[in-house]
Each structure stands twice: as C-alpha cells, then as structure tokens.
C-alpha cells in the first residue's frame, strides 16, 4: 500500500485530501507544520508528498528543495495562488506536479495515482539508479560520491567517504582499527592505524548531531567501530 504525508496547516483541506486518498486505498499522514512536516518527510519513507506552499515553520517552497536533494519521490505542490505556480516553475524546484486551490478531490486522486504510477515504472526500469544507503538522516550515494545529513551536503576528503561507506556498507559489524586501515588504505600508504580514529573523528564532526554521543558510527571499546542501524 502507498504512504503519502500531506503537508498542510489548514486541517479541512487536510482533513479532506486525507477522505479521498483513503477512499481510494492509500495510507495518509497529515502534518500540520512545515518545520516539522519536512523533518518527518526527511526521516521517514512515504510514496508521494502533497505539500502546501503557504505554511508556519517553513515554507513549502524550502521544503520541496530539500527533499529533492536527497529524494526522487513524488511531490505535488498545493496552492490557492497562480503566482505561486509560475514561482515554482521559475525556482526550478524539482515539484512533479502543481494544483490549485479549490480542486476537486477527484482531481487530486487521479492525479496523485498518476504520479506513483509513473514513479513506480521510473524505480522498475532504471537499472542505472545510483546506489545509495539511506539511514536516518544519512544519505551516502555511492554512485555518486556524496553525502548528506537531512537534505544537507556535506563535503567528505576520499578516504573519508572511503571509511564512511565501508561501515556503513557493513551494519551491525565491529571492526578494529586494523582491519578498517587495511580495508581503506593500500599498503604504500603513510600512516597506520592512528590515521583510523584521525578519520572516524573527522566524519563524526560532519555527520553526528553530537560527536559526544555518536548515533551512526559507535566505538567498541578495545576493540573497534561498528556502524549501527
Ligand atoms: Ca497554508
């Protein structure tokens, strides 16, 4: 069954998007603010936004372009004004779709049911998708050598993004020092195993809302790290 959030601070229009899309079998969640309806659009997984322009918090204007940088899922912007639309075509914010208020709910299904459809055959038939780990907030494109905390890019040197990926490309897996040097670092390479936890601090300044209490890569005390999931 397909998940949509809808983002949207006035609860009738919520309220009734939320009917329509149940009478026709999907999951619905409502968020009422856009400060929180973009956290949860970036932590959780949904099949398609329908997200407002006009929100307290943040806009959605703001929240489309984070989503987009770090997700391919379908979003369809919702607003009362034409302006806005010519606003979202100019901004180039990656938006599937637009609808104007007042629309039919009809309207809204069809068009919603288009969109996944259309999504669904875009994930079936692109073999040449970029591989990418997704844990939380933690985006790491494999393909394309990037990484990003909630929506936000965050610069990584080789052998960190080297370091990252191994980890995290292996959850749940202690590793020691040892083993994560000789994993990343070919043998010509100055350095040993102090260079790891050099490395494993640098990336924890970029990914960890607080280093002291570390939520993606935990230190196995006298033996190595593992990456949690
Ligand atoms: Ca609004």
Same mark, same amino acid.
């Given at each position: /069954?397909?998940? !949509?959030?809808?983002? &949207?601070?006035?609860?009738?229009?919520?309220?009734?998007?939320?009917?329509?899309?149940?009478?026709?079998?999907?999951?619905?969640?409502?968020? #009422? *603010?856009?400060?929180?309806?973009?956290? *949860?659009?970036? $932590?959780?997984?949904?099949?398609? %936004? @329908?997200?407002?322009?006009?929100?307290?918090?943040?806009?959605?204007?703001? !929240?489309?372009?984070?989503?987009?940088?770090?997700?391919? =899922?379908?979003?369809?912007?919702?607003?009362? $004004?034409?302006?806005?639309?010519?606003? @979202?075509?100019?901004?180039?914010?990656?938006?599937?779709?637009?609808?104007?208020?007042?629309?039919?709910?009809? &309207?809204?299904?069809? *068009?919603? $049911?288009?969109?996944?459809?259309? %999504?669904?055959?875009?994930?079936?038939?692109?073999?040449?998708? #970029?591989?990418?780990?997704? @844990? *939380?907030?933690?985006?790491?494109?494999?393909?394309?050598?990037?990484?990003?905390?909630?929506?936000? &890019?965050?610069?990584?040197? =080789? $052998?960190?993004?080297?370091?990252?990926?191994?980890?995290?490309?292996?959850? #749940?897996?202690?590793?020691?020092?040892?083993?994560?040097?000789? #994993?990343?670092?070919?043998?010509?390479?100055?350095?040993?195993?102090?260079?790891?936890?050099?490395?494993?601090?640098?990336?924890?300044?970029?990914?960890? /809302?607080?280093?002291?209490?570390?939520?993606?890569? &935990?230190? !196995?005390?006298?033996?190595?790290?593992?990456?949690?999931?």
């Amino acid at each position: /069954m397909s998940t !949509i959030l809808i983002i &949207e601070d006035e609860e009738s229009i919520a309220e009734l998007e939320k009917d329509y899309l149940e009478l026709s079998g999907f999951e619905v969640e409502i968020e #009422n *603010r856009g400060d929180t309806g973009l956290e *949860r659009a970036l $932590k959780e997984d949904f099949d398609l %936004y @329908i997200l407002d322009l006009m929100l307290p918090g943040t806009d959605g204007f703001e !929240i489309c372009k984070k989503i987009r940088a770090v997700k391919d =899922t379908p979003i369809l912007m919702v607003s009362a $004004k034409k302006d806005d639309i010519d606003k @979202i075509h100019g901004l180039g914010l990656g938006a599937d779709d637009y609808i104007t208020k007042p629309f039919s709910p009809s &309207e809204l299904v069809a *068009r919603v $049911k288009a969109h996944l459809s259309r %999504y669904e055959r875009l994930i079936g038939s692109n073999t040449e998708k #970029n591989e990418v780990i997704e @844990i *939380r907030g933690l985006k790491i494109d494999k393909t394309a050598r990037r990484v990003f905390i909630n929506g936000v &890019e965050k610069n990584f040197t =080789t $052998k960190e993004f080297d370091l990252l990926t191994f980890l995290a490309s292996h959850p #749940n897996r202690v590793f020691t020092k040892e083993e994560l040097f000789n #994993n990343i670092w070919d043998m010509e390479s100055v350095g040993d195993i102090a260079t790891v936890t050099v490395h494993i601090k640098k990336i924890r300044e970029k990914i960890e /809302m607080d280093t002291s209490k570390p939520q993606y890569i &935990e230190t !196995i005390w006298g033996v190595g790290y593992r990456f949690k999931i």
